[in-house]
């Protein structure tokens, strides 16, 4: 993953010569990982705690400014770092954020409400094909922007969780696994099916969804 990134850089491009051969690293490299990790190692074990102990004796006003300039910081790299690692791992990091919002949702549903939900990810399907059929040319039901859709995805994943819901919370454990289990099945079977293709594309989808705007900034590429 590094290797390309480095390729990006320019004249820093030199890094990936000094780093690696064709399937490692150099000798060269190897030592000056080696002596980097264990200065870093070397300097927290000693200098650790010291900057632990003086961060907590700060004042309230001074932890909040701290807390504060670290969120901003780290929005900035998060911003600044799809420019600076390029297309192929900023496609890595997309997926990877799609499977963390669906971490944090099954999250409240089975580490909060203690619920063992496995059929979670067919809401995430309701919301993706309702913004489909809304804004796809390629449907022509309607012409929606991304935006003016996205209520009403919303809308139709909280009335699924209704309908799902209503004859199925009294159940708990297996049963309520196997039930949730099977309303994902039915939703993978049905936005699959040849008898909803008009509506919903079958296998191959639906293509053409337009990309948000704000603005003049369209979120048009992983970056």
Do not use: H
Request: aromatic share 14%.
């Amino acid at each position: 993953m590094l290797r390309p990134t480095f390729s990006l850089w320019g004249p820093l491009a030199v890094i990936n010569e000094w780093l690696y051969t064709a399937n490692g690293l150099t000798v060269y490299g190897a030592i000056g990982l080696f002596i980097l990790i264990a200065a870093i190692i070397y300097f927290w074990a000693k200098k650790g705690s010291a900057i632990r102990m003086g961060l907590q004796r700060l004042p309230a006003g001074g932890q909040r400014a701290l807390r504060i300039t670290s969120f901003l910081l780290l929005f900035f790299i998060l911003f600044v770092l799809p420019q600076v690692l390029g297309l192929f791992l900023s496609e890595v990091l997309t997926i990877v954020g799609l499977y963390v919002l669906l971490g944090l949702g099954l999250n409240i549903v089975v580490g909060f409400a203690g619920l063992l939900d496995l059929g979670y990810v067919a809401f995430f399907a309701i919301g993706a094909y309702t913004m489909a059929i809304l804004t796809s040319p390629e449907l022509a039901f309607f012409s929606l922007s991304f935006w003016e859709a996205l209520p009403f995805a919303v809308l139709m994943g909280v009335i699924s969780g209704v309908i799902l819901g209503i004859p199925v919370l009294k159940m708990r454990g297996d049963y309520l696994a196997i039930a949730t289990l099977g309303f994902g099945e039915i939703i993978r079977i049905l936005v699959l099916s040849d008898f909803l293709r008009p509506w919903l594309g079958g296998a191959q989808g639906v293509g053409k969804i337009p990309k948000a705007f704000i603005g003049s900034l369209e979120f048009g590429t992983p970056q």
